[in-house]
């Protein structure tokens, strides 16, 4: 990592072309466009961003992270994001002031340690305790707002296995959802408590007394597809709070295959999946073999 002090105001791209003399501002151009310049430790996403005196300026080796090290899944890391996969039976944030401990604690305590305290990780979205799947975390304020901001641009596919059969079999949910006392979510009339609320489904699989279902999400709202699924008559196993009448593994059966997006400093579609978790693919093997 090469940092320098800024000592007389200038734009970023040409202070990165006389200090570190980078022959082109092509080249100078391409590193922000990676995410591996930084602004007193935070990174550059523009190439007209304006340096004050006394500001400090450093380009970043690509990451050396050893996946195989992380306690967790990786499927992506660079100087912007870290994309992971949420393993089932964990909070996606800390509650009780920090008494449960969450995914996001969990990676966040990673990267720190690993990025010897220069890098930490933001909170962009949430899945639900009993949910594995792809989350993606933001290693600033100003991506996790790009990322925030954009986010139902997204492409959020999930897969569930289902108790019956859907007719039809491919379809679009549209409701207004809200949450009682007991914390569940139901649909309900549009009002100023209420939220908006689309899934978009097809059936993958009919697996004699239960289906595969993908989902894909126009919004994110809280127990969405759950309840989506079960309004449609067809509760996600495992799923006894939404009306399943099985629970063969102790969580439910919904996972979050696919998340497709714009790199928030490259611009770059990307699009990363995770593996359906073992559980689930069990579950689907037993179901076909009958």
């Not at 800024?6 to 501002?25: H, M, R, W, Y």
């Not at 391409?30 to 006394?54: F, T």
């Not at 699989?205 to 994110?220: A, F, M, Y």
């Amino acid at each position: 990592m090469t940092k320098r002090t800024v000592k007389a105001p200038a734009l970023i791209l040409d202070f990165l072309l006389k200090e570190f003399q980078l022959g082109s501002a092509t080249k100078g151009r391409k590193l922000i466009k990676h995410g591996l310049v930084q602004i007193n430790e935070h990174l550059v996403l523009r190439a007209d961003e304006s340096l004050l005196v006394g500001d400090t300026v450093q380009i970043l080796k690509k990451s050396v992270r050893e996946k195989s090290r992380a306690p967790f899944v990786i499927l992506y890391d660079d100087p912007a994001i870290l994309v992971a996969v949420k393993p089932a039976g964990i909070l996606s944030e800390d509650r009780e002031n920090g008494r449960i401990k969450s995914f996001y604690k969990l990676v966040n305590d990673f990267v720190r340690e690993t990025s010897q305290n220069k890098e930490r990780v933001f909170l962009v979205h949430r899945l639900d305790l009993e949910v594995s799947g792809v989350m993606i975390f933001a290693k600033s304020i100003a991506v996790k707002d790009i990322l925030e901001a954009g986010w139902r641009e997204n492409d959020k596919i999930y897969d569930a296995i289902v108790e019956g059969q859907l007719s039809p079999q491919a379809g679009r949910v549209e409701s207004w959802l809200t949450e009682n006392s007991a914390l569940k979510v139901y649909a309900t009339a549009p009002g100023p408590n209420a939220k908006q609320a689309i899934s978009h489904y097809r059936v993958l699989k009919t697996l004699g007394s239960c289906s595969l279902v993908e989902v894909r999400l126009e919004t994110g709202r809280k127990n969405q597809i759950r309840v989506h699924l079960a309004d449609l008559g067809c509760p996600i196993v495992g799923d006894r709070k939404y009306g399943a009448l099985a629970d063969p593994f102790g969580r439910i059966a919904l996972h979050a295959r696919l998340l497709a997006f714009n790199h928030p400093v490259t611009g770059e579609r990307m699009s990363l999946s995770a593996e359906m978790p073992e559980q689930m693919a069990k579950l689907l093997k037993i179901k076909l073999a009958k």
